[in-house]
């Protein structure tokens, strides 16, 4: 059960890495279009214009505030497939039958062989 512990602190601390890894670009992201708008307001004569510079930065931070999300959410689902796949792994495999070059393995050759009814 131990590996299970490691294993969600692992993803857990992979997951908040992740997370902080898509805040810094949505900050960064809000960032340019802020300073995109100062630009284009000081740069434009007419208020149509400024309001026109406005309405594309606030639309650019919505886009990167939704982005953020986006990712914040696949990482937590991203942490929980690790997580479920750590508590339920799949069966292995049973071992060959036979060998490489076609003759019946040591083990298989101990079976009792049973005839169908």
Known sequence: MQG???????????????NVGASAWAGKEKTHAMVEEKVAKARAHDPAEKAAADARM??????AEAAKQDA?????AAKERAIAAVHQPTLPQPPPRGTLDGRESSASKSAPHRRPR
């Open 4 to 18: 299970g512990k490691s294993a969600n602190v692992l993803e857990s601390a992979k997951e908040a890495a992740a």
């Open 58 to 63: 606030q639309e650019r931070i919505r886009s």
């Open 72 to 76: 914040m959410r696949h990482n937590a």
